[in-house]
């Protein structure tokens, strides 16, 4: 099981990011305006670079949601592929079968 800090940070940066996400992408869509002058566009480099960096999607770390590992995640359920394997032996995961041929 992973730390219940590093679990804890990772919801915290899960929260800033969902309240920050319009305002960063709005900054964003303004960088990539070509037409603006030179000085308007780093003012605008100064926005987003003021910016918590927490609230950048790229530092979220997808984590199982039983566990807290964050490695080996399956996004369809959210899950790591031990508790996976544990759910679906025991039969617990709807529509998930061992394979057998």
Do not use: V
């Amino acid at each position: 099981m992973a730390k219940k800090s590093a679990i804890q940070k990772n919801m915290n940066r899960k929260n800033l990011i969902e309240r920050l996400h319009k305002k960063r992408l709005s900054i964003k869509k303004l960088l990539k305006n070509k037409e603006m002058s030179f000085e308007e566009r780093i003012k605008t480099q100064i926005k987003i670079d003021s910016m918590p960096r927490n609230s950048s999607k790229i530092r979220f770390r997808n984590r199982c949601f039983l566990s807290g590992r964050p490695r080996g995640i399956y996004s369809k359920f959210n899950l790591s592929r031990i508790a996976i394997r544990d759910l679906a032996g025991k039969g617990q995961i709807p529509g998930l079968t061992k394979a057998s041929w």
